[in-house]
C-alpha cells in the first residue's frame, strides 16, 4: 500500500509562508515525479508545482517567484515552500506521485488558509 503523508498546512496572513511536506516509500519516491494540486471552493483542480526524478521543476504562472519544490532523497520526502501567500492561494493542497502520466498515488490533502 503506497502512501503518501501530507503536513505543513495551516492559517497564514497574507504575505506570509507556508511549507508543505509530502513522505512516500524510498521506492515511490526514487523514481516518480511528484507534485502538488491545488483546489479552492468552486474552482477546478490546479497544478501547483511538480519535480521529476532528475530534479526538473514545473510552476504554475501565479506561484512562479514566490514558490520552490525541492525533494530529500535521505527523507524520501518532497517539499513546496510557498513565500509571500496571498488570499487567492487559499485551497486545499494534495500531494501526488505519477511515474509517466496522470497522477497514481495522492496524499490526503491539507488545508491553506491565507488570511488575516
Known amino acids: 500500500q503506497v502512501q503518501l503523508v501530507e503536513s505543513g498546512g495551516g492559517l497564514v496572513q497574507p504575505g506570509g509562508s507556508l511549507r508543505l511536506s509530502c513522505a512516500t516509500s524510498?521506492?515511490?519516491?526514487?523514481?516518480?515525479?511528484m507534485g502538488w494540486f491545488r483546489q479552492a471552493p468552486g474552482k477546478e483542480r490546479e497544478l501547483v508545482a511538480r519535480i521529476n526524478s532528475g530534479g526538473s521543476s514545473y510552476y504554475t504562472e501565479s506561484v512562479k517567484g514566490r514558490s520552490t519544490i525541492s525533494r530529500d532523497y535521505a527523507k524520501n520526502t518532497v517539499y513546496l515552500q510557498m513565500n509571500r501567500l496571498k488570499p487567492e492561494d487559499t485551497a486545499v493542497y494534495s500531494c501526488y506521485a505519477a511515474r509517466l502520466g496522470p497522477p497514481e498515488y495522492w496524499g490526503q490533502g491539507t488545508q491553506v488558509t491565507v488570511s488575516s
Open positions: 524510498g521506492s515511490i519516491f526514487r523514481f516518480y515525479t
